[in-house]
């Protein structure tokens, strides 16, 4: 059934929108006339086939989206979709059933839209994973394998109960390294604003009076003539400064948006002081517990990892991935080019073997998942509490030299005195 998008006045002449499916867009304004909508402009929302996309799923793109919505909704919406959806499969309720209650509950319009338009393609005859393939933005690779298996098995409220705990997972493991990050770079920004300030605005009015000075005796000391080159050269280049720093950062943008760019911004990112463990921490969890999801499903070991090396999140994991498929394919065993590569701290290949001897691997990397969780959680908190004080020193450092810059003046003449 088709969809269309309105512009209407309601019975009181306030203006709304909104969307509708009908068979045609006069069956839709009559559905909307019955509620005393009275429609000014209605589109249909276009609607283009599916693409295929490797492995022979269909992934093409349904209607074109802000990708910036469907990340906010993916990480709110999209997990209450699930876990809603897994409930009621589970109660015995028929799909379409559980589709039309979720898309009369949906808060955002795009997730709407979108769901309405799954309704739509299910009930043209395509699976409910094809129809969730045609919004990549919104439903990627893993969710759609995810479901395909637990479609195949007939096992699909469980599939969707644990796509869902899954999501949440991965959310707050996403929350905990941001959160480390956030509170340093805040207190970074708001020191180098204070110092900005002082040295472009308040030391240049204390400068005039102490370069007067200066002249008049025998000159600044060391550190005042420092500061007032560094106050003038803010205050005559400020403008190039802020040009090149713009260009810089466009121009870093563009290069981490190469292949070769994103390759090196990742590498990079493990190798860093402090942080580079915590994000390494972070890439090896979410590849465990996304691998042991996957398994769990029916999904077998080379299909995850072509999964994997899409959502893992690095470019450094997804070439690690794509080496240890490669290496499975010439016939040896997952651990082996695992311990090889580097990438994997020693003992998460010792319990991926045991997983592999045992027949226990999807148990092993789930529980490794959960080690590298309470990790992070250990990690995040001695970053904090490191970070801090260093900040607090450096700021410090600046300040007194700033403060040292403009005492040592008023010292020297009070001296002569």
């Not at 309704?119 to 409910?128: A, C, K, N, P, Q």
């Not at 990112?269 to 499903?297: C, Y």
């Not at 490794?368 to 904090?384: F, H, R």
């Amino acid at each position: 059934m088709p969809v269309f998008q309105y512009v209407a006045l309601t019975e009181k002449g306030g203006e709304t929108t909104g969307i509708v499916d009908a068979d045609t867009a006069k069956d839709a304004r009559e559905k909307l006339r019955v509620r005393k909508i009275h429609v000014v402009r209605m589109n249909q929302v276009e609607h283009r086939a599916p693409a295929t996309k490797r492995g022979g799923s269909s992934n093409g793109g349904g209607f074109k989206l802000p990708s910036f919505k469907f990340r906010r909704a993916y990480k709110a919406e999209v997990v209450s979709f699930t876990l809603q959806m897994a409930t009621l499969l589970r109660a015995g309720i028929q799909l379409n059933d559980g589709l039309n209650a979720l898309v009369t509950q949906a808060t955002n319009k795009n997730v709407e839209l979108v769901l309405r338009q799954v309704r739509e393609d299910i009930g043209s005859g395509l699976t409910f994973a094809d129809s969730l393939a045609r919004h990549p933005h919104m439903f990627n690779d893993l969710y759609v394998n995810m479901i395909r298996a637990g479609e195949a098995s007939g096992t699909l409220d469980a599939i969707l109960e644990r796509t869902g705990r899954f999501l949440q997972s991965q959310q707050r493991v996403k929350n905990k390294v941001v959160a480390a990050l956030a509170y340093p770079a805040l207190m970074s920004l708001i020191g180098f604003g204070v110092i900005i300030f002082l040295v472009s605005f308040v030391v240049p009015r204390i400068l005039v009076v102490l370069d007067k000075q200066g002249r008049e005796e025998e000159g600044l000391p060391l550190p005042t003539e420092i500061l007032k080159a560094t106050s003038d050269f803010i205050a005559m280049y400020w403008w190039a400064m802020l040009i090149a720093g713009v260009a810089g950062a466009l121009a870093f943008a563009s290069f981490a948006r190469t292949e070769k760019g994103r390759y090196w911004v990742d590498a990079t990112k493990l190798k860093l002081p402090l942080f580079g463990d915590l994000f390494r921490k972070q890439v090896v969890s979410r590849f465990a517990i996304t691998f042991s999801t996957l398994l769990k499903s029916g999904i077998p070991a080379l299909d995850c990892l072509k999964i994997l090396r899409d959502i893992v999140g690095n470019a450094v994991m997804a070439k690690t991935i794509d080496e240890i498929h490669d290496r499975i394919v010439e016939g040896t065993d997952i651990s082996t080019p695992l311990k090889k590569s580097g990438m994997f701290p020693p003992v998460v290949g010792y319990m991926i073997a045991i997983g592999e001897q045992t027949g226990q691997l999807e148990t092993m990397l789930s529980n490794v998942s959960e080690v590298y969780e309470e990790e992070i959680d250990v990690t995040t908190q001695k970053l904090t509490s490191m970070i801090e004080p260093v900040i607090i020193i450096l700021m410090a450092g600046v300040v007194a030299f700033i403060v040292l810059a403009v005492i040592l003046p008023l010292v020297q003449n009070f001296g002569k005195l």
